[in-house]
């Protein structure tokens, strides 16, 4: 049995758990956060997922999945997979991303996991470029954070 690989980064953020929730599934503001790429989907569980960036005129996808849960404002979970790879577009080479959001005393409690590695192709290599010696999602959380507090100074 190989050993559970996941990458887990919570941050709390100076917002309404409704304001974190459009932040996730908004595709104007995942593009501030997410490398310009804007997330396009319907958010019903079992629709397709993309991951865009208008390049020159041209638009390009750069992630893709399927959205497996979607409870509004607390649960979002979806598949990712780099199309653009040379691995096999198989459901084990899909990794798996979770946010869960809690409100407390006025600020909301994002946490990001995302696993599934240990079964992918790549896996141990894919997991080393998410954990990033430790940092794993903090980079996005605190964009994500930073977008949201800004907009009420």
Known sequence: MRHLLEVVN???IHASVEEVWDALTNPRKTRIYMFGCAAKSDWKPGSPLSW???IDGNTRIFVTGKVLAFQIP???QYTVFDPNSDMEDIPENHLRVTYQLTEAEGLTMLTIRQDGFEN???GQERYEEVYNKGIGWEPILNQIA?????EKS
């Open 120 to 122: 992918a192709a790549r």
């Open 10 to 12: 919570s941050k709390a």
């Open 74 to 76: 607390h649960l979002l």
């Open 52 to 54: 865009e960036a208008e």
């Open 146 to 150: 930073a977008m949201l507090e800004g």
